[in-house]
Structure formats: C-alpha cells, structure tokens
C-alpha cells in the first residue's frame, strides 16, 4: 500500500499538498511601491504593447495566478493604458473581475480616469 493509502485506513489525514510555510501565508503584496508621479506619468502613455497585451489576456482569461504573478513582479503595469485609454481597470470591469478590480485598487489604480471615449472603468458595466 502506498503511504497515503495507510494513512486513509488508519484514519489519518492526507496530505493534499506540500504544508504552506509562513512566507505564503503573507497577504499578497508587489515587490515595490509605485510612487504618485510614476503612476501619472505611466497614465499619461495611451498606447499598445507586450503589457497591455498582456494583461488583457489575463484578465479576460480570468488567469488570477498570472496576473498576480505579474503585477508582483512588475506593479507599475497596473497603471499602463491601450491606445484607446483603456486599462487593467477597464477591462476587468468589462468582464466583471471583482476580484481583478479590488488587487488593482490595492495598487492605486483609480476607477475615475476617462479612456478616449469620455467613459470611466465602472461606467462599463
């Protein structure tokens, strides 16, 4: 018998996976905080790239791990906007991610920037 098979007879109970250890139990943060300044100056770029691209498919994708994998590493990218205006923000509103829109507001990304078209992220819904 294999060692989780002694432990479901014997009544114990099986490991579904390595233990957590502390480090993973920390509330998710980025790597770095992203200043005021930052943040202004990355809105004020309105264009398509690897980034954008890039989040819009993890968001629309609904891929949280990857996302919150990207946004550790690179926290800046929460603030980048397609050439529309658009952004993370958006399009989460766009494909109801609550759970996208409430990590982004934990990065400082406003629900109350306009893209091109005059329309704020929730007036999307």
Do not use: C
């Not at 200043?35 to 994708?61: H, M, P, Y």
């Not at 990207?70 to 989460?92: F, I, K, V, Y």
């Not at 829109?101 to 091109?116: E, H, P, Q, T, Y």
């Amino acid at each position: 018998r294999s060692e989780e098979q002694k432990k479901k007879v014997q009544g114990k109970p099986i490991s579904t996976g390595p233990d957590r250890s502390e480090e993973q139990r920390q509330p998710w943060k980025p790597n770095r905080d992203v200043g005021k300044d930052e943040i202004k100056k990355i809105n004020s770029i309105w264009e398509d790239n690897e980034e954008t691209t890039l989040l819009w498919r993890l968001i629309s994708n609904n891929d949280m791990k990857g996302l919150m994998t990207h946004l550790a590493h690179s926290p800046e990218d929460a603030h980048r906007r397609s050439s529309d205006g658009r952004g993370p923000m958006w399009w989460a509103h766009e494909h109801g991610r609550k759970n996208v829109i409430r990590v982004l507001k934990k990065l400082g990304v406003s629900s109350n920037l306009k893209d091109a078209s005059g329309m704020t992220p929730h007036e999307e819904l």
